[in-house]
């Protein structure tokens, strides 16, 4: 072997350190003496990303060589988090890498926490993508993921006097090496203009496209390493460019600022990611961003596929393609386009090649988050895909009136185009009639959809609809993050664990052991104290890792109720109060996470937290009773230090409005009890752990839905429940707003008058709860019993649980072994 081969790929502590001196040198141009952390944080991810490329490039080759079934999962957001750590740890070098970094005068922790997270993605959603392509890479399921290359990410947060500010988010400024572009794999996204029909030289009827913007898409790709298998799939993620030849027209012609705008606005077609919980209609920018990524990842598919298959006659053979939610669905109008307009399918083989290709995920039942375009939008932006997916209705509608004759108002319901008052197309229901196969993501969340927002089709076709309960990867979210407990757990009952999560059965036994459970409390502790520093280095205040951490990390929305949260710290602040020497025990309440930037009521949620934190924390009757912190910039990098930190995990949300729900698998996994209601993934983790190691308050969701329609009265709650009474009664008296009382009044308001999410209904069962948490807290040897069969029981929430589900259901797919060979 040559030097340089082996510099790349060799695996020894020595050859390690030559290739990161080498990195340091060559890629960075720095010598040691003056190269910064972020450098030699470089140098270090290019050593690694140089292991993995025999892996991803076998890979590729392996698939394009065999003909396989592959998956695309088409999604709008990835919220990957760090990859050197996770790579790492999916190597199976951590020891080696650790050992050379540290021969190199450097720390390995360090470096790994330099990494800017690639933050292209919201919450849920996004981070659930990430945890579908670690699990399909561990699986060795052929699979590649399509997106967008956010410039700028979700926002930073900062805290500023209590209220959040955006910061952008820039990512990308000091280079990101996990990435390589493929500028030779471009391809050319249509926009605007109109259509044409003419008549092709064999006498068809055929419709053109003349748009009036040609936008550029670059692939970027990252490999996707599965944990020690050498699969490592591709994640392609498409930036837009503006289209030379495009320019040059307009050039031509003299319009010199034209052609630079033209410019300008193809670039900024994947500038931004938008905030969830934000309204999305009227913003033409997103359309444009969802068809722009869907139409790269088709068209880059298709050319994988006519690379070695004569037709498209079988591409549904060849790709099964998720839908992340509807963000990718104008897929199924843009697939019929290029089968019918640019392949020449007949529209019955064309559809038949589309549905079998498709199915959908469904991942909200919020009225006010199902997508919906209007209808001028539309026609300006896709005209030619306007005018497909009224084909798709009229033949859809068709079969249903063949189905059920006369019955004007079900042909209402079923339409894709909503024409009750202004005009839209509904994505739901175009990803709906487009797919084989639609899933929601916990038990509950895909009865309900039967049962609302698709009922209609439901009883159209009940076959087309299952559950996968989402699952979240035991590598990142265990391993990775929480180290000392994984040792811990494989001192005991070995790795096999790690990638067969079921067995951590095997530590029930464990759970009856003294020793063990002290040798539980002490990794807690460790963890808790780490936690610690972090809060006095980010806050300035002392938390004491000894009192109970009573943790809510998540998107802030009024249905996840962090304010009912807020609400119990008021209660025990007053409790206290009234009662200077009560017993309870000892808490730190910690909160994170973003509002949207235009969610007023969400951002004085953050206020309020901050205010109550800044009377509590600093009342010297309170001691070290009670603490309060709101940590800024939730994200993944922080979720990896606060799961495993976490005495109790706050699920709190109304029953019925959390579809399912992740973070409370990621406190479970690492030992934290759950109090929740019974919502989303909640009811099924109780199920596992058993009733008697969750802590249950709150109305189900047939009972929301009777009282919201008895018609909720918040005042007669106020009226009945004087703790209630009294903690509202102090929050409107300006006691955590320096004497204004006008401060919090939104959100008084709303919690009186419109609420929807029934947070003065849930109140008093919630304190109650609580109360028997801090008794159960007090015997700590119960407590650690409890946290260790939460553990032991968690196997069903592994991720890659859930894609061999979609895998033998849906998408009819075997794995792959890649061979590496040197
Ligand atoms: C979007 C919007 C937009 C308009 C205003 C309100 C609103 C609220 C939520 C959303 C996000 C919808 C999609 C989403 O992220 N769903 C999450 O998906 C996770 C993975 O399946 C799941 O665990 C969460 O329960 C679900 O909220």
Known sequence: LIQVEDDRTGLSVETLKRALADNLFYLQGKFPGIATKHDCYMALAYTIRDRLLQRWLNTSQTYLNCDNRVVVYLSAEYLLGPHLGNNLINLGLWEPVKQAVEESGLNLEELINIEEEPGLGNGGLGRLAACFMDSLATLEIPAIGYGIRYEFGIFDQEIEDGWQVEITDKWLQLGNPWEIARPEAAVLVKLGGHTESYTDEKGDYRVRWIPNNLVKGIPYDTPILGYKVSTANNLRLWKSEAAESFDFQRFNMGDYYGAVQNKVTSENLTKVLYPNDEQLQGKELRLAQQYFFVSCSLQDMIRIHLADNPSLENFHEHFAVQLNDTHPSIGVAELMRLLVDEHHYEWGKAWNITQATFSFTNHTLL?????????????????????????????FLDQVRIKYPNDGDRLAQLSIIDEAGEKWVRMAYLATVGSHAINGVAALHSQLIKETILKDFYELWPEKFSNKTNGVTPRRWLVLSNPRLSNLISSRIGEGWIKNLDELKQLEPFADLAGFRQDWRQVKREVKQDLAHYIKAQSDLVVNPDSLFDVQVKRIHEYKRQHLNILHVIHLYLQIKNNPNLEISPRTFIYGGKAAPGYFIAKLIIKLINSVAEVVNNDPAIGDRLKVVFLSNYNVKFGQKVYPAADLSEQISTAGKEASGTGNMKFSMNGA??????????????????????????????????????????????????????????????????????????????????????????????????????????DQENWSRMAILNVARMGKFSSDRTIREYAEDIWAIKPVVIELED
């Open 673 to 778: 009890l759950t109090i929740g209601t019974l919502d989303g993934a909640n009811i099924e983790i109780r199920e596992e752990v058993g009733a008697e190691n969750f802590f249950l308050f709150g109305l189900t969701t047939p009972e929301v839905e009777k009282t919201l329609a008895a018609g909720y009265q918040p005042w007669e709650y106020y009226n009945n429940y004087p703790d209630l009474k009294a903690v509202v009664d102090l929050i409107n008296s300006g006691f955590f707003s320096h004497g204004d009382t006008e401060l919090f009044r939104p959100l008084m308001d709303s919690l009186f008058g419109h609420d929807p999410y029934l947070v003065f209904a849930d109140f008093q069962a919630y304190v109650d709860c609580q109360h028997q948490v801090g008794e159960a807290y007090k």
């Open 367 to 395: 009225p006010e988050a199902l997508e919906k375009w209007s209808l001028p939008l539309f026609s300006q932006m896709l005209p030619r895909h306007l005018e497909i997916i009224y084909e798709i209705n009229q033949r």
